[in-house]
């Protein structure tokens, strides 16, 4: 466990290990859409998108802890005094992100969702650095994150527009604040605890809360909705992106134990390019791209590279 983690503090490991996560996280786009047909749910349903993110990725927290235990050759259980924190830190990480982004969503257009998400690298770096303290804000991390903010506003530029709405964006926003926050809480309790731990059982308690709270509102809605058509399908997605989350959000807790946050948050930029490529190969949609993406890409990838220079001067 040792040799692995050591290889996510070098350069190569830790830009092939963000590059998968990113990887994974850009298909859930395609997948999550897929997973909506296939399980007859509706864009506006929003208490069934909850209810089925919340059985996502409760079946990911368990896979975490199934994969690791069989692994390890013993059941991973807490202590007591480690319940607080994963109950805290799973507020942030999967309640609070998750619920806000989806009833924000419902409430905003999807470029709006697009450009405000996109924050949550900012909002990890700011977090870390002003108000915990864990690195230095320099001009460098702030100029990474100027680049890959612009290549996302550049792919979600269309004749749409922007504007604000509170309870649209406005959600929007407190769940990228709730990574934020998130990426500093699992940095933090990295040091004294099992990052392969907190990430399962946060997620199994989470995903926990989101599917009582979703399946809540579907009953108090009387919206029980359409069900699956093609059940052996509809379970193969629904295992897929539990699988994206468990794989993903564990090796980015990984990276994030052996990295500055900014280091690590800033390749958060890439989600929504790999999320449009491979939405164009799965969904049919390649007549989407064009030298747009080329240049949001070129800009995000400026971003990474200005954020991960090796330091040889006083600023850092």
């Excluded at 830190?89 to 009833?103: E, K």
């Excluded at 949550?120 to 230095?136: D, N, P, Q, R, Y």
């Excluded at 926003?173 to 990430?199: E, M, N, Q």
Aim: charged content about 15%; some cysteine; hydrophobic content about 50%.
């Amino acid at each position: 466990m040792l040799k692995i983690s050591k290889k996510f503090k070098q350069g190569a490991g830790v830009f092939l290990g963000a590059l998968l996560c990113c990887f994974l996280w850009g298909s859930a786009f395609p997948s999550i859409k897929i997973g909506y047909d296939l399980w007859g749910i509706a864009n506006g349903e929003t208490m069934r998108i909850i209810r089925f993110a919340g059985i996502r990725f409760f079946l990911a927290g368990a896979l975490v802890i199934l994969f690791a235990g069989i692994g390890r050759k013993k059941l991973l259980i807490p202590r007591k005094d480690e319940w607080g924190k994963i109950a805290f830190l799973s507020l942030f990480q999967t309640v609070g992100q998750y619920i806000c982004f989806y009833i924000g969503l419902a409430h905003t257009t999807g470029v709006n969702s697009a450009v405000i998400d996109s924050l949550t690298t900012f909002f990890a770096i700011l977090v870390a650095s002003v108000f915990m303290g864990m690195e230095k804000l320099t001009a460098r991390k702030i100029l990474g994150c100027v680049l890959g903010f612009s290549g996302v506003l550049l792919i979600n530029l269309s004749a749409e527009g922007f504007s604000f709405s509170p309870a649209g964006d406005g959600l929007v926003a407190a769940s990228a604040l709730c990574y934020g926050v998130s990426s500093s809480l699992i940095k933090k309790y990295s040091v004294s605890h099992d990052t392969v731990l907190f990430s399962g059982w946060q997620f199994m308690l989470g995903g926990l809360v989101m599917t009582v709270f979703g399946h809540a509102g579907v009953m108090l809605t009387g919206g029980a909705g359409k069900g699956a058509e093609d059940m052996p399908k509809a379970i193969l997605i629904l295992l897929y992106l539990a699988l994206i989350s468990s794989v993903a959000y564990t090796l980015w807790g990984i990276l994030l134990k052996n990295n500055d946050v900014s280091k690590i948050s800033i390749f958060g930029f890439m989600n929504p390019v790999i999320g449009v490529l491979l939405s164009a190969l799965l969904l049919g949609e390649a007549d989407e791209l064009g030298i747009k993406y080329l240049i949001a890409l070129m800009l995000i990838g400026g971003g990474i590279a200005v954020v991960n220079i090796q330091k040889k001067s006083a600023e850092e």
